[in-house]
């Protein structure tokens, strides 16, 4: 069946513009993850979703980053007023319920640049 | 807190050589224990993972022990292959509602 996508692949912007990246977890996962990659790091976790429960929000770096879930399936990161420090990989994941334990499923990530 | 520590890569091997990653960690009570794998243009995921201490995951050829009395999860191959070229990631999950906590991860790359 069909993976974890993402969109766009790439994204290049300006410093100051907002950005939208796009999540489309496998169909069915009640569990969804924001991670961020940036060079030299691990994985960053940001925030993360659990069927209709409140999110875990715990990982955003600043008030500036932000995400949805609707409909419990695609889930959009917005990032406001972007910064060159938040130039990275940011990797969605999804998994088939709400234990952290079990195995998650990335998609391929946005590489986001910011100038 | 919890924290995961990978040996800085980048790592080079020939083909048909022996590898071992090695990955400690910090953490209170039982962890559990992971390895993912990131190939190249693909999104991570799971190689394997251990629950308890002294089990041992394995997968593809890969195995890694936990061993508690060392903290440590160090990922091993007997005969890595040139499609073994990856970003190796290890990880933990602690008790409670906590997410997991990922390693830098290790570059490798296997040459014919």
């Known amino acids: 069946g069909a993976g974890v996508s993402q969109s766009p692949s790439n994204k290049v912007t300006e410093k100051g513009k907002d950005v939208e990246l796009r999540c489309d977890p496998i169909?069915?996962?009640?569990?969804l993850y924001w991670y961020r990659q940036s060079l030299g790091q691990g994985l960053e976790f940001l925030i993360y979703?659990?069927?209709?429960?409140?999110?875990?929000k715990s990982g955003l770096p600043s008030d500036r980053f932000s995400a949805e879930r609707t409909g419990g399936s695609v889930s959009t990161l917005t990032i406001q007023r972007t910064q060159q420090e938040d130039s990275a990989v940011y990797l969605c994941a999804s998994s088939g319920s709400g234990r952290h334990t079990d195995t998650q499923y990335f998609g391929p990530g946005t590489r986001l640049t910011v100038l | 807190g919890n924290s995961v520590t990978q040996m800085e890569g980048p790592v080079t091997l020939s083909e048909e050589a022996f590898l071992t990653i090695n990955c400690t960690y910090t953490a209170t009570g039982y962890p559990s224990l992971f390895w993912y794998v990131q190939y190249p243009g693909e999104g991570l995921q799971l190689l394997l993972k251990?629950?308890?201490?002294?089990d041992k995951g394995s997968n593809k050829g890969f195995e890694a022990t936990y061993r508690k009395e060392t903290t440590s999860f160090h990922l091993e191959k007997g005969s890595v292959q040139v499609s073994d070229s990856a970003v190796y990631f290890c990880?933990?999950?602690?008790?409670?509602?906590?997410?997991?906590?990922f390693g830098k991860g290790t570059r490798l790359s296997v040459i014919a």
């Open positions: 990880a933990l999950w602690n008790s409670g509602n906590t997410p997991l906590v």
């Open positions: 979703f659990q069927g209709n429960s409140a999110p875990d």
């Open positions: 251990a629950t308890k201490a002294d």
């Open positions: 169909s069915g996962h009640t569990a």
